[in-house]
C-alpha cells in the first residue's frame, strides 16, 4: 500500500503519513503521547509486510484495555482486508519470544526493554533477530540519555553487545563508597556518531507540532509538611516502625509528606465538578483512602490488579467520575480522554512515568480543557521530586542521598 493511498484513505493525518515516509521498514517512532503511534504502527505494517503475520508486543494493561484489537478491526474493515495478528504481553515475552519466527513485531511501549541485561531486554533482542521486520513505540525511548539507547542500538545491528557500545562510547570516573572505588558512568563521548546512527532510525515528534490540542492548564496545590513526615526525617523511626535503610526512609518520607490535607482536597474537587477526573497514585493505602472518600461517586480504576474503565461509546455522556490509576501499571497504554481534570497525588520518580501518565487524557481526541493538580508538600523530599521532573530527569538514588545529606 503506497503512502499516498494512505494518505487518501482519511485515517492518517498528514504529519503520521509525514513519519512513514520518513521511515525504514525497522524504525523506532518517538512520538508523544496521543499523537496515535498505533495507527501510524499499523499502517507502517501495511506498507513493509510481505503478508507474514503482526505480533504486538505490548503492556499487559494495553492489551486487557483492547486498544490494539480495535483499532486493527477498524484498519482491516476500512481497507476491507484482514489481519493475522497475536499479542503478547511484557510479562510473557521472555518464555514466549521463540514461537514467533520470522513474524512482523510492533513493540509498543518500548521503553520496557530498553535494559539489555534483563531477562525481558534480551528476549526482545532475540525476537528482533528472527522477525522479518520490527517497530519500537514510544513517547519516552530515552529518557535517561545513551545508556537507554544501547539494546535499540544491538537490535539494528550497530554493535554487538553492550561492552563494546560502552568500551566505544563511554566515559567513567571513579566513585568512592566508603573504602571501596566504583567506576561509574559520568558522561559519553562520541556523541556525533550515537545522533547520527539514533537518527538514521528513528523519528522524534512533538504532540505540539502536529495537534491542534484544548489548553493545558497545570497547577501546583501546596500543603504543609506534616508531623509524621518531620519526625521520620528527624529520628529515622514513627511509632514502632524503623526507616533505618534508604528504601525504607525513601518510603516514608513519600507516603508521610502530607496524606490528609491531600486527601481533604481531593473531596473538595471532586464535590465541586462534574467533570471526569483521574488521580494517579502510588501506595495502596492512599487508594484504600480515596476509595472510602469517594463511596458516593461512579469510580474506575486501573492497577495491579484490575482494569475497569468505560468503554469509549460511554465517553460521550460520561459525566461525575473519578478513575484511579496506579502509576506502574497505568501511566502507559491506556486511554483516557474522557478525563480533563488529572490529579498528581504522589509524584512518581521517573520521568518517563510521569510524560506518560500526563498523555494518558492529553492527547489526541480530547475536546476539552484539561486541568493537571500537582500536590506538593513544601519543606518535602516531593519539592525535589518536582524539580528533577522539570528537568527532566529521574528522581535517583543519588538525588535522595544528597536530599538526606542535606537534611
Not at 505490548?58 to 476500512?78: C, F, M, S, T, Y
Not at 535499540?152 to 566505544?168: D, H, I, P, S, V
Not at 521530586?385 to 535517583?396: G, I, M, R, S, W
Amino acid at each position: 500500500m503506497s503512502p499516498t493511498a494512505l494518505k487518501t484513505s482519511n485515517m492518517l493525518y498528514d504529519y503520521q503519513v509525514s513519519c512513514l515516509n520518513k521511515a525504514k521498514p525497522d524504525f523506532i517512532y518517538a512520538l508523544d503521547t496521543g499523537t496515535g503511534k498505533t495507527m501510524l504502527a499499523i499502517h507502517h505494517y501495511l506498507k513493509y509486510s510481505n503478508g507474514e503475520p503482526l505480533l504486538i508486543v505490548a503492556p499487559p494493561q494495553k492489551i486487557k484495555e483492547g486498544g490494539w484489537d480495535r483499532e486493527l478491526e477498524r484498519v482491516a474493515n476500512h481497507y476491507g482486508i484482514s489481519i493475522e495478528y497475536d499479542t503478547l504481553s511484557y510479562g510473557v515475552l521472555a518464555k514466549k519470544w521463540i514461537e514467533y519466527q520470522n513474524w512482523f513485531v510492533i513493540f509498543d511501549e518500548c521503553h520496557y526493554v530498553k535494559n539489555p541485561t534483563s531477562q525481558r531486554g534480551k528476549a526482545a533482542l532475540k525476537l528482533t533477530k528472527q522477525s522479518s521486520h520490527f517497530v519500537l513505540l514510544s513517547a519516552t525511548p530515552s529518557s535517561n540519555g545513551w545508556e537507554d539507547t544501547i539494546n535499540y542500538m544491538l537490535m539494528f545491528g550497530f554493535y554487538r553487545n553492550k561492552t563494546q557500545f560502552l568500551r566505544e562510547h563511554a566515559v567513567y570516573e571513579k566513585k568512592y563508597f566508603g573504602p571501596n572505588a566504583v567506576n561509574v558512568i559520568s558522561g559519553w563521548k562520541k556523541e556525533e556518531k550515537l545522533k547520527n546512527l539514533y537518527g538514521d532510525i528513528s523519528v522524534k515528534l512533538s504532540k505540539d507540532d502536529c495537534l491542534d490540542l484544548p489548553p493545558l492548564v497545570v497547577e501546583d496545590i501546596f500543603f504543609k509538611v506534616s508531623k509524621e513526615y518531620k519526625v521520620i526525617e528527624k529520628d529515622r523511626v514513627l511509632g514502632e516502625t524503623l526507616y533505618d535503610t534508604n528504601m525504607s526512609l525513601q518510603h516514608g518520607l513519600r507516603f508521610y509528606a502530607n496524606q490528609t490535607d491531600k486527601l481533604k482536597y481531593t473531596e473538595m474537587l471532586a464535590n465541586g465538578t462534574s467533570e471526569n477526573i483521574v488521580i494517579f497514585y502510588y501506595y495502596q493505602q492512599e487508594k484504600d483512602s480515596l476509595l472510602e472518600m469517594l463511596k458516593d461517586k461512579t469510580v474506575f480504576e486501573v492497577s495491579g490488579k484490575t482494569t475497569k474503565i468505560p468503554h469509549k461509546e460511554e465517553w460521550e455522556n460520561l459525566k461525575n467520575t473519578v478513575t484511579l490509576v496506579q502509576y506502574q501499571s497505568g501511566a502507559a497504554g491506556i486511554e483516557l480522554q474522557y478525563a480533563n481534570v488529572v490529579i498528581f497525588y504522589t509524584p512518581t520518580w521517573s520521568y518517563q512515568d510521569y510524560e506518560q501518565a500526563l498523555g494518558r487524557c492529553y492527547r489526541n481526541g480530547q475536546t476539552k480543557k484539561v486541568t493537571v493538580y500537582r500536590y506538593i508538600t513544601r519543606n518535602s523530599l516531593e519539592e525535589r521530586v518536582y524539580a528533577a521532573l522539570a528537568e527532566k530527569k529521574d528522581f535517583t538514588e543519588k538525588l535522595f542521598q544528597e536530599y538526606v545529606g542535606g537534611n
